[in-house]
């Protein structure tokens, strides 16, 4: 019997997500990455040097939100989820209007956030969604763009608001500081960039759960292999996620700020709690326990 290349990849990428995922039921996820980073207290964000705001919701304007078609597997579940939690944010912080371009990037195939929002709003958007692994289609009145995060093909000042969900901490090396620049570009005047979230931890740590694809970076960051992370994530973008320390968030996002931007933190809270709950969304590491996440508005 002769098995062709293909099947034995695809069976390679089941039973690797089957890994992930039974690690993540059975509470086994991010064991090192746990013990050794933890999310930043109020006095250590402050070293930042970045207005820092809270952003209040409560469940009933969570359950208000999931309440769609496209976001109903989150209705289902008897907790806030971090996933439409960090879209209901996002929404908020942009205070989008009739007729907006926006994008979302690395959004993924689905474009689950761009979905939702157009589910949820009564006006119209003009909507992209970028992700590498995208071909250039339009469907569901979404335009997909593919290529590099920090070389989307879009014309200079044509973008009323900018999302990125979950994965600024996967951009490897440099990738991190050059989206901004890019986003930045893309902007028009007084409209804002929302990253959710923002990991801001103790430590200015690169996560590994690979060792094929670990690169070391030690002169700058604490390297960490965690083969137990599924924070670095795993398919298509496999092996990798960043933290934040306060002063290497400076030193990377807030110095390399272009002059007409302006940063902003907001802690999330629903019902005036801290958020997500880490006990139910036990697919998060322990650092993730107070949600943050970073606005740039271009002045």
Same mark, same amino acid.
């Given at each position: ?65 999931v309440n769609s078609d496209v976001l109903s597997k989150y209705n289902q579940l ?27 990037? #690395? ?30 289609? #339009? ?117 390399n700020l272009p002059s007409n931007c302006q940063a902003k933190i907001y802690k ?32």
């Amino acid at each position: 019997m002769v098995v062709s290349k293909f099947n034995i990849n695809t069976l390679g990428r089941f039973l690797n997500t089957q890994k992930w995922r039974w690690l993540t039921k059975l509470h086994l996820n991010n064991l090192k990455v746990n013990r050794i980073l933890r999310p930043t207290d109020d006095s250590e964000i402050g070293k930042t040097q970045v207005e820092v705001n809270n952003l209040s919701f409560s469940e009933k304007d969570y359950r208000n939100f999931v309440n769609s078609d496209v976001l109903s597997k989150y209705n289902q579940l008897g907790y806030v989820h971090s996933k439409p939690l960090e879209y209901l944010t996002t929404m908020t912080l942009l205070d989008l209007k009739e007729g907006d371009e926006i994008l979302d990037a #690395a959004g993924g195939e689905k474009a689950e956030y761009i979905k939702a929002l157009m589910a949820v709003s009564d006006f119209k958007l003009t909507a992209y969604c970028q992700d590498s692994l995208l071909d250039g289609k #339009a469907a569901d009145g979404i335009k997909y763009i593919g290529g590099s995060i920090d070389a989307i093909p879009l014309a200079d000042e044509s973008l009323d608001g900018i999302s990125c969900h979950h994965s600024f901490e996967h951009f490897r090396d440099d990738l991190d500081i050059k989206f901004i620049k890019e986003a930045v570009r893309l902007l028009r005047v007084g409209r804002k960039l929302v990253i959710a979230p923002l990991f801001l931890a103790n430590e200015y740590a690169e996560i590994w759960n690979n060792k094929q694809i670990l690169k070391s970076n030690v002169e700058t960051a604490l390297t960490i292999f965690d083969n137990t992370a599924t924070f670095a994530g795993w398919g298509p973008y496999e092996g990798f996620a960043r933290t934040y320390s306060p002063a290497a968030f400076k030193a990377r996002i807030i110095d390399n700020l272009p002059s007409n931007c302006q940063a902003k933190i907001y802690k999330v809270f629903v019902d005036g709690k801290p958020v997500p709950d880490i006990k139910k969304n036990y697919h998060q590491p322990l650092l993730n326990s107070e949600m943050k996440v970073l606005v740039i508005a271009k002045n």
